[in-house]
């Protein structure tokens, strides 16, 4: 029986796959550049990882299939029309490879990218599983805005054409393997699901059900939210092919209060990782607040520059190779260290901090001022706080802010604290006062109130 094992990256919402082949070899589709985990998993299982397919050049990660070829020997496997500048083989639509006894056949799918192809696993002329990158996914297809803005509408158009001239001939029963899924910024899957079938999708993807291409265009565009700016740098990146890792990756240095307040006078970026409650008791003052958490890659990519050196405040327990792990995930390699001794070490040496005093999401009546909502705008119009201003959090980052935001107090919302914390660390740090944030979000102001949420 195949066996197909996924790797889940929850944090920016995509799927790699570990294929086990007959001959004790694996394939892995669309790895994530920390190649840990496939490595893992092989040894378990005591495969090789012999292959790397990519189904396009992603926007959200770089790619591991470098890493795995220069840690296993694997081959890699790309669409010609990729122009990959490391060592691959470039392949093109209709193309068959012999995986030894199982065959990879190419369908050029193009849509969510211009290059993008799909992989059908075959037994012989059997199929067995469709990898389909971004073509597919469960109850929607990815976005097809992030290789240019004058491609979106064509390769919408060609999303269509790969779904309904392609991908739809194939068995109902045929099992279906997408790479982005839920909480991924690609796409916006309606549920948890993260794998399919062809019939199921025929049944229940809402556009597959347009009746006419222009009626898959209009829904499709329609549906399209921000997405964070790193998205316009990795495509380029992967193509190149990132840098490989090396051996002490995952280790951040340990740097004195002094060495911090020199990168800070510098104009350097110092990213507070710990939870929320820690940074609004006390945190360097022009610290930014991102907590180490699934989403961090995301966040991080979306308000800070990659070319800028990072350094990071962590509490004792937190996971450095973690932290490591999401930032060059993204593409984020200037890593100068933490501060050592985290907070304990700053406040032991007498130097100043700063607060954000929060409110429980029942209590904001009790305070002055306006409520910044910094959901994503599809959130917000799911359900907001009646009088609440709503700018996205990745708009804080620019100089939108300043003309944005009424003047007086402030209390910043998002669903739980998190984003909130980042917006009011931003807006602290261009200097307004007055801010407050708020432990939980509109749906535990309603629970607590009993009264509506307004709807835009």
């Not at 490879?97 to 050029?108: E, I, K, Y």
């Not at 971004?134 to 779904?163: C, F, I, M, N």
């Not at 020199?262 to 409650?277: K, S």
């Not at 705008?377 to 700018?391: I, K, N, Y």
Request: glycine letters at 10%; one cysteine or more; proline letters at 6%.
């Amino acid at each position: 029986m195949l066996q197909i094992h996924p790797v889940v990256d929850e944090g920016l919402g995509n799927s790699a796959y570990v294929v086990e082949l007959d001959d004790g070899r694996a394939l892995v589709v669309d790895p994530a550049r920390d190649p840990t985990p496939y490595l893992q998993l092989a040894r378990w299982r005591r495969l090789q990882i012999s292959y790397t397919a990519e189904t396009h050049l992603h926007a959200d990660f770089l790619t591991g299939s470098r890493e795995l070829a220069a840690a296993e020997g694997a081959h890699v496997f790309a669409p010609r029309a990729s122009r990959l500048g490391f060592a691959h083989r470039g392949l093109e639509d209709g193309q068959e490879v012999d995986l030894g006894g199982l065959t990879l056949q190419v369908l050029a799918t193009p849509g969510h990218a211009p290059e993008h192809a799909s992989y059908l696993l075959l037994d012989g002329r059997r199929p067995l599983a469709l990898f389909s990158g971004g073509a597919l996914l469960v109850g929607t297809v990815a976005r097809t805005d992030l290789a240019g803005p004058e491609l979106t509408e064509p390769l919408a158009r060609a999303a269509y054409r790969s779904l309904h001239q392609r991908l739809l001939s194939l068995p109902d029963e045929l099992a279906v393997y997408p790479t982005h899924g839920a909480g991924s910024f690609c796409a916006a899957p309606a549920g948890g699901e993260r794998t399919t079938t062809i019939g199921a999708e025929r049944r229940h993807n809402r556009l597959l059900a347009a009746p006419d291409e222009d009626a898959f265009v209009a829904q499709l565009l329609a549906g399209f939210g921000s997405y964070p700016p790193y998205f316009l740098r990795l495509r380029d990146r992967n193509r190149v092919g990132p840098e490989l890792l090396g051996r002490d990756w995952k280790v951040l240095p340990l740097l004195s209060t002094d060495k911090v307040q020199r990168h800070l006078a510098g104009g350097g970026v110092v990213i507070d990782v710990r939870p929320i409650t820690g940074f609004a008791a006390g945190h360097i003052p022009g610290a930014l607040s991102i907590a180490l958490r699934p989403a961090f890659a995301s966040w991080l990519g979306w308000l800070v520059d990659d070319t800028r050196p990072l350094l990071f405040v962590l509490d004792e327990d937190q996971d450095r190779g973690e932290l490591a792990r999401q930032c060059r995930t993204v593409g984020y390699d200037h890593l100068l260290g933490e501060l050592a001794g985290g907070m304990a070490g700053w406040r032991a040496a007498n130097l100043p901090q700063a607060q954000l005093p929060m409110v429980e999401a029942e209590g904001i009546a009790d305070h002055p001022g306006v409520v910044l909502d910094v959901r994503q705008a599809s959130e917000v119009a799911d359900g907001h706080l009646p009088g609440a201003v709503a700018v996205e959090l990745g708009a804080l980052a620019g100089d939108r802010h300043a003309e944005e935001l009424p003047e007086g107090p402030v209390t910043v919302m998002c669903s739980h604290g998190e984003r909130a914390m980042t917006a009011a660390s931003l807006l602290e740090r261009a200097g307004h006062k007055q801010l407050r944030v708020a432990n939980g979000g509109p749906r535990d102001w309603q629970r607590a109130t009993g009264q509506a949420l307004a709807r835009s």
